[in-house]
């Protein structure tokens, strides 16, 4: 079959199983889109307000789903405005597949018009790219891509296409689209050996066997979940070995949801902003199982003193992890799911432990938000408050998404996470602005469930453009603003270590997220205590049932805290309470 490029492209997208793409036209593409008119039927198109949220909703798309995301830009600014989404995507592992268009392969290489070397940009933030200047290659291209997308850890990938390739034609044959854990014969040798990778093994009896020992002698085990078990589907597992072991379970903020939050092993977040029972835990225990985690500075805080009377045995599929923050005693190289899996036939039905009532007595300790000398009113909004109220309005099957700052700890600490893939955020980047173009990525992917989104004033102001998408496509989405006034966590570190200098992180009155919401249509209130915020959730809930957004501003103490919190180079247990 002879196909021009742009078509050969759509095609292999639909073979590949993609339904929906986000993005936004440009000179370079519109061969692309032209092709994509014809296939509207096939393969949805959302267009975005800015290519960055492109990207962020191709990601939570993926999140949320475990499917690949799918974004596209033009060349020049529109494929460099991907480059932050795209970084977030690579730092917490989210399998993505980002398409730019390029100036003809003519003109490469001799700054034209609209012209950047995407390739070179992207290295550092991207498992791979390509760049196509044979349109016969091209499908086979995507083929790969997607492989390599889901390949081992998870990653996001981009494919380059100069103009003039998707206009030229070639002779290709559509193929049916594949699990890559399977073979394919049809494939080339190189797609074919990239997925017999990903279906080859890496762990060994022998390895499954030294970790269940290192188990066996244990009497106070802890296991440290991190987003692997997630990406991985393996909840099931984590969930077994804990009741097996009478182990407690804390979470990695990618983590959330591995484990019910209600569970009675359950301990939440660990490290910095973790709680007193989580990190605790972590300094009594004498072994730490981690588990799809990478110890981030954030987890660890000072690394000479964590987890110091623990041996340490890590799970991980990524060898490139084993050692490089935290010396471990021993470790597991795998799928989470098949290696815990493996682990489990290996280990007697209950074990008993030492920890006796010591966890339920630092679970009892409940995060506050506030310091002792901050003086708040009776009925004045707290963000505990806030979030869990709204949550129990939404049910437990709601997807939470958060922006990045004060509000997405209180997110992660009063967020009632029941199940994985319910609580998204920008874990290793800590992209603020993540949050609108997400929501719309995770309702589109589940469009049978509710989106609530947790954003801060300071967030919402670099992505507000997107409720023009949610209105156009008419997503509905609660968004829920926490306004204090302020860029609230780094006024945090001022308050708590910089001798209250506030220096620009104080924000303007400005914008009015009432008007502004309006303004895109979206009906919008405004909640400054505790009965004003129910009547306003009331309304957005029936705004929401009708098929339309909300917004619900929600004014909160400019100094409320995340508490706890362990200082900066301080041990985890050393908390400010």
């Known amino acids: 079959m002879r196909s021009g490029g742009a078509r050969i492209l759509i095609e292999s997208l639909i073979e590949q199983g993609v339904d929906t793409i986000f993005g936004i036209p440009g000179g370079s593409v519109l ?36 499917k690949v995301g799918v974004c596209i830009a033009t060349s020049g600014p529109g494929a460099t405005n991907l480059i932050t989404g795209i970084a977030a995507a690579y730092m917490d592992s ?36 390509w760049i196509v200047k044979n349109v016969n290659e091209l499908a086979e291209v995507v083929r790969e891509a997607f492989i390599v ?37 049809t494939l080339s040798a190189r797609a074919r050996r990239l997925a017999n990778r990903a279906a080859r093994p890496t762990f060994t009896e022998e390895d499954i066997d030294r970790a269940a020992s290192l188990i066996l002698e244990a009497k106070r085990p802890l296991l440290y979940a991190g987003g692997g078990v997630i990406m991985a589907d ?87 992890e084993i050692n490089k923050n935290v010396i471990t005693d021993d470790w597991v190289i795998g799928n989470v799911k098949e290696t815990l899996s493996k682990l489990l036939e290996k280990l007697p039905p209950k074990m ?42 939404l049910g437990d099957d709601v997807i939470a998404v958060t922006d990045v700052g004060q509000h997405q700890i209180w997110a992660a600490q009063f ?7 319910s609580f998204l955020s920008s ?31 300071g967030s919402f102001r670099m992505n507000s453009a997107e409720m023009a998408t949610l209105a156009a496509y008419r997503i509905p989405v609660l968004i829920i603003i926490f306004n204090n006034r302020s860029l609230g966590m780094l006024r945090q570190w001022q308050s708590l270590f910089y001798e209250e200098r506030y220096y620009a992180t104080s924000l303007p009155p400005q914008p009015d997220f009432l008007k502004l919401g309006l303004a895109y249509g979206i009906p919008s209130y405004r909640a400054e205590d505790k009965g004003a915020f129910a009547n306003a959730l009331e309304e957005a809930f029936t705004n929401l049932e009708k098929g339309s957004s909300a917004l619900i501003e929600a004014v909160i103490e400019q100094d409320e805290k995340v508490l706890p919190m362990a200082p900066p180079g301080r041990p985890i247990d050393e908390q400010i309470l």
């Open 415 to 421: 967020f009632p996470a029941c199940r994985p893939r």
């Open 31 to 66: 061969y692309i889109y032209d092709e994509l008119y014809k296939y509207r039927n096939k393969i949805r198109h959302i267009l975005v307000s800015h290519e960055q949220h492109a990207a962020h909703a191709a990601d939570a798309y993926s999140r949320s789903s475990g």
């Open 234 to 320: 393996a909840s099931e597992e984590l969930k077994s070995l804990s009741l097996r072991l009478n182990a407690p379970v804390a979470l990695s903020l990618m983590g959330i949801g591995a484990m019910p939050s209600r569970h009675p092993l359950c301990t939440g977040l660990i490290g910095m902003h973790g709680t007193v029972a989580s990190n605790k835990a972590a300094q009594k225990a004498d072994l730490l199982l981690a588990l799809g985690a990478r110890f981030s500075d954030r987890v660890i805080g000072n690394s000479d003193s964590f987890a110091k009377t623990a041996r340490v045995l890590h799970f991980d599929i990524d060898p490139a």
């Open 94 to 129: 989210v399998p993505l597949v980002a398409i730019t268009g390029n100036v003809p392969t003519g003109i490469l290489g001799k700054d034209s018009f609209q012209e950047v070397d995407i390739a070179g940009v992207s290295m550092p933030v991207v498992k791979h790219n």
């Open 427 to 457: 874990g290793g980047l800590g992209a603020m602005g993540f949050g609108l173009g997400a929501a719309i990525g995770a309702k589109l992917a589940n469009p049978g469930r509710r989106i609530v989104l947790f954003t801060g004033d």
């Open 352 to 393: 008993e432990t030492e920890w006796s009532g010591e966890i339920e007595k630092w679970k009892a300790h409940i995060p506050q938000t506030h310091a002792k000398n901050v003086n708040i009113k009776k009925d004045a909004l707290t963000p505990r408050f806030v979030i869990e109220e709204s949550s129990s309005k």
């Open 149 to 185: 997308a889901r390949l081992g850890r998870p990653g996001p990938v981009l494919i380059d296409i100069p103009k003039d390739i998707t206009v030229l034609s070639a002779e290709w044959q559509p193929r049916k689209t594949r699990n890559i854990s399977g073979s394919c014969d």
